[in-house]
């Protein structure tokens, strides 16, 4: 056979594979239930045709549904849904107080979370039933979605005995969503919640996105900007948003908004909003009573207060503390939440003074005010002590507030990572800060301090800012929606391995195609890195434009600003100094097992070293290189590697839909240019301020 032949005939086969693939936007997330192949289906056909949901609920009606659609969906078995438990196999749904009625032998008292499940095969009078226990009926929900999932996965479900329970009360997804419409840092559309000033007619996709939350076991979604209009809490603003929380609840996704201090004020009408006034707090009680008048579930509110130029407790003398129990006071006779963003700092600091550190910022204002919160409020602590970058170390807040409930607040809204036009998996990074050991007396990393139970506190756990838009597949980037799925899954169970995490959502996402699934979680797992590698390597943080988009790269704008984003390069060297001996005295907010990690040159890891020393180009590595031929390496290898992306995924042609096939490589093609634009600035940028030539000559002698 001649090559032409053969180029022709392997194309088109090709071309029949992917015809033969229907087209997907992605607006299914990971629920899309795909048919399970025949090759397959063999192994669930022992499961019932009867669905039974013992109990009656708005969420249980859910899972129910959902068990039906996902069953129809992978394996075309159309259940009937009945209320008794008869003697036929069936799946029994309902909470393990409900269902251990029905059946013997299931112990009651067992201890099952509220949210937590327990997926059971029973045998009884020749009979076999499948049951989805819930603690509570979101506990059911979940469970059902668990279920499912292994099915999409194509896991036995033929032998369960299988309890899981989340790892914190909180687990919340925020938007930052505008009024307006606008979201800030939004890069997927416009709100699916509000339209020009109020929420909107069509809520759908709202209800949409709470299954997809409920479906990794969010349970609240703040809906609107932490710069918080606040319009949000006047009394004409209440039916609408009764109609967000009536769309978020058949999923267990209670409605939180976000509030602003002077609310008071602005839509009370008063002269105040000093915390320690009576009618301040008259009005938070009044206000917040109305709401849950209307809206018996609500979760709570967020605060940003003090920050970047919201108003703030400071206006009165007043202290965060002071700011956040007056609102927590009036939420707590409902099981209301007040999350306090710890991301107070000023904006407008001295770039020239040595001593001045954004990143001291949090501890210093938080850590005196430790024990004096009620104990529904809860301080929602960056990762890292700056803002999102695409490296920071853990945040020193977590280990100094022991008498404090913690969340630790996370962004899947790419905002410094490439805004869902590069490819930036973010759960390895996640899962550092969230392994990341603290050493408060003993072994305290940070997921067992948010999670409560390293001090054990009522309340902790996640909020993540997701910024999901109209566009249809959620968050513009097919692959970005790996970064919501493992947020939930972490903040479900933080010890889960982020393999399995991106292997799961390849699946779930993509198929179980075994080349599918290793090519696209290996590129999943490797993209954190890349992006580093050609933004800012060692600590340095994202090297962005700070002073407008967050996206294109431009150094120059970090410096010579009150915004603290600093990385002190000069002729002779870079890097912060936050030495306590020499430097601005950062690390010494750590234990001191911690302070010993970062506070010498020789023991400081490589990735961190500038975020914690100033250090000449010179300085050589632990790697063996040095700074300035890192700086140039990593650009180089970042902008190979994401040209690499493009390669890994053009295997899978035939392989994805071409729908989606189509718009991920149209954004890794584009990202890998970008990725050149990247390393050519900043490398060019160093190699001028430095004057020290790249090793491998690379970059142009004369600027
Ligand atoms: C909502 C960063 C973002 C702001 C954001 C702020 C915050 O500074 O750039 O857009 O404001 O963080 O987290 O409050």
């Known amino acids: 056979m001649n090559s032409l032949r053969c180029i022709v005939i392997v194309s088109a086969l090709i071309l029949t594979s992917v015809l033969s693939l229907p087209a997907e936007t992605g607006a299914k997330g990971w629920l899309r239930y ?28 859910s899972a129910s549904s959902e068990l039906v659609r996902g069953m129809e969906s992978m394996l075309g078995k159309r259940l009937r849904t009945k209320q008794n438990v ?39 009078g020749g009979k076999k039933y499948w049951l989805i226990i819930g603690g509570g009926e979101r506990g059911t929900l979940y469970g059902t979605f668990a279920f ?54 069509d809520l759908t996709r709202a209800g949409e996105y709470a299954r997809l939350l409920a479906s990794v076991g969010i349970n609240a979604c703040a809906i609107n900007n932490v710069n918080a209009d606040p319009r949000i809490l006047s009394l004409d603003f209440l039916p609408q948003l009764v109609r967000v929380a009536d769309a978020f609840r058949p999923w267990g996704v209670k409605l939180a908004l976000s509030v602003d201090l002077s609310s008071p004020v602005a839509v009370g009408g008063l002269k105040t909003f000093d915390p320690l006034d009576r009618d301040v707090a008259a009005w938070w009680k009044k206000k917040v009573d109305e709401i849950y008048q209307r809206i018996p ?62 990143a001291k910022a949090a501890y210093d204002y938080f850590h005196p005010l430790d024990g004096q919160f009620e104990d529904n409020v809860v301080l929602q602590i960056k990762y890292g002590p700056i803002d999102f970058q695409v490296r920071e170390p853990a945040s020193p807040l977590f280990g100094a507030m022991q008498h404090t409930n913690e969340a630790i607040e996370l962004q899947v809204t790419q905002e410094y990572t490439g805004q869902q036009r590069h490819l930036c998996f973010l759960a390895p990074m996640w899962k550092e800060i969230l392994d ?28 993540a800012v997701v910024n999901v838009g109209l566009d249809e597949n959620w968050l513009a980037h097919p692959l970005a929606m790996a970064n919501l799925y493992a947020y939930g899954r972490l903040a479900w169970n933080p010890d889960l391995d982020t393999k399995e995490i991106s292997d799961e959502w390849t699946r779930l996402t993509f198929g179980n195609d075994p080349q599918v699934v290793s090519t696209i979680s290996a590129m999943l797992l490797s993209s954190w890195h890349i992006y580093e590698n050609y933004t800012g390597p060692l600590g340095l943080g994202t090297l962005t434009d700070i002073l407008g988009s967050h996206y294109e790269p431009n150094p120059d704008s970090a410096e010579h600003n009150g915004w603290g984003q600093w990385i002190r390069a000069d002729s002779q060297g870079v890097g912060m100094d936050r030495t306590v001996a020499t430097g601005t005295g950062y690390i010494g907010q750590y234990s001191p097992k911690v302070q010993k990690e970062y506070k010498t040159l020789a023991a400081c890891p490589d990735e961190l070293l500038l975020f914690m020393h100033h250090v000449p180009y010179t300085y050589v590595l632990h790697s063996g290189k040095t700074v300035i031929q890192h700086i140039y390496d990593s650009h180089y290898d970042g902008a190979a590697e994401a040209a690499g992306l493009v390669s890994q995924w053009e295997l899978l042609l035939g392989k994805i839909d071409e729908q989606r096939y189509q718009k991920v490589l149209q954004k890794l093609q584009y990202q890998a240019g970008e990725a050149i634009v990247w390393r050519d600035t900043i490398a060019n940028w160093f190699f001028k301020k430095s004057g020290i030539p790249d090793e491998k000559d690379r970059i142009a002698r004369k600027q």
Do not use: C
């Open 148 to 201: 499912l999932s292994r099915i999409a996965q194509q896991q036995d479900v033929n032998e369960l005995n299988d309890v899981k329970s989340p790892s914190a009360p909180i687990r919340w997804a925020s938007q930052w969503d505008n009024l307006d419409g606008s979201i800030e840092r939004g890069y997927a559309g416009r709100s699916i919640f509000f339209d020009n000033g109020v929420v909107r007619s």
């Open 34 to 61: 795909a048919p399970v192949p025949d090759g397959m289906a063999a192994r669930y056909h022992g499961l019932p045709d009867v669905v039974i949901s013992v109990g009656n609920s708005e969420v249980l009606n």
């Open 86 to 124: 008869a003697a036929e196999d069936a799946f029994v749904l309902g909470s393990l107080k409900d269902v251990s009625g029905t059946f013997e032998g299931l112990n009651p008292s067992r201890s099952l979370d509220a949210d937590g499940f327990w997926l059971r095969t029973i045998e009884r």
């Open 297 to 358: 579930d609500f979760a709570g509110f967020v605060v940003k207060a003090d920050s970047e130029g919201r108003s703030g407790p400071s206006q009165y003398g007043r202290t965060a503390a002071d700011a956040a129990n007056v609102i927590a006071r009036a939420l707590k006779p409902h099981g209301g939440v007040l999350m306090y963003r710890a991301f107070v700092y000023n904006h407008h600091l001295d770039w020239r003074d040595m001593k001045a550190d954004r």
């Open 436 to 463: 990341f050991d603290m050493h408060v007396n003993g072994a305290t990393p940070v997921k067992e301090i948010v999670e409560g139970k390293t001090w054990h506190r009522p309340l902790g756990g996640f909020n």
